[in-house]
């Protein structure tokens, strides 16, 4: 269980990071790279959706049907499942626009003229990608801790969608400010909240956790995924995309899911 947790924690931690990522391909790259992007985020999506409706669904309604019975267990897999949804779109609905997340940013975008407005709008993406990562700190940590292979998976996906908000941060930070310190730190800081998730999720969740809990928050984690991967990834990805590139990689994303669960059968 010590062990479980470590690893838990340490993969939160990773994929929340990942921001920085995004924040140094800012400063030391003349061009984003569309194409690496559009495939990279459309191969997160393709994870996400896949382990949430193919693993992580159905480890929640057997928890709650093992807990509740037949009816009252697949019931509450449902309403665990668009809970979830409505949370994230709940939180994704209260996000001032300015802030918004989903707004694309190239690292081109430094090279143009700016405005006053530009360090506000960062400092309020930063803030939204906080308030983002928080549920998937909670994901990424109950999912490893509950099975460290599929923690693992979840937590390269949600690193890989992570850089091109470390991005979103730096691009009107840098810009308006001229710092890269601070628009790495307000990048880096945006990713912390992951391993926020993460604690609470320990501190609070922890001591309640039975089938009932267990089942509910996967539910939860699958509608949140799903949400995540439709409302953000996807779009995002075909954005950037370039001849159907984002699709190839969301296929790629479901192969690679699928066969790395086979593998732990």
Excluded at 15 to 21: M, R, S, V
Excluded at 203 to 223: E, K, Q, R, S, T
Aim: net charge negative; hydrophobic share 55%.
């Amino acid at each position: 269980m010590a062990e479980n947790l470590l690893l838990a924690f340490g993969l939160t931690l990773m994929a929340g990071l990942a921001t920085g990522i995004g924040s140094c391909l800012a400063f030391f790259a003349s061009t984003t790279n569309t194409k690496f992007l559009s495939i990279s985020l459309g191969f997160s999506a393709g994870v996400m959706i896949y382990v949430s409706m193919i693993e992580i669904f159905v480890k929640a309604k057997d928890a709650l049907v093992s807990a509740m019975g037949v009816t009252q267990g697949n019931w509450m897999t449902v309403a665990g499942f668009f809970g979830g949804i409505l949370l994230i779109a709940l939180i994704d609905k209260l996000i001032p626009k300015q802030g918004n997340p989903h707004e694309l940013k190239k690292v081109e975008d430094m090279n143009q003229p700016g405005n006053a407005k530009l360090l506000k709008m960062g400092t309020f993406t930063a803030l939204a990608i906080a308030i983002h990562n928080f549920p998937e700190g909670i994901a990424t940590f109950t999912s490893a801790l509950q099975d460290p292979s599929l923690g693992i998976a979840i937590a390269v996906a949600i690193a890989i969608h992570n850089i091109p908000e470390g991005i979103a941060v730096s691009v009107p930070v840098y810009f308006a400010t001229g710092d890269k310190k601070k628009a790495f730190r307000l990048s880096f800081l945006s990713g912390l909240s992951e391993p926020v998730g993460a604690a609470v999720a320990y501190l609070v969740l922890m001591p309640y956790l039975n089938d009932i809990m267990f089942g509910i928050i996967f539910a939860a984690v699958a509608g949140i995924m799903v949400f995540i991967s439709l409302d953000e990834l996807l779009p995002a990805a075909k954005q950037y995309d370039e001849a159907h590139l984002s699709i190839y990689g969301t296929i790629a994303g479901m192969a690679v899911m699928a066969v790395s669960l086979l593998l732990f059968i």
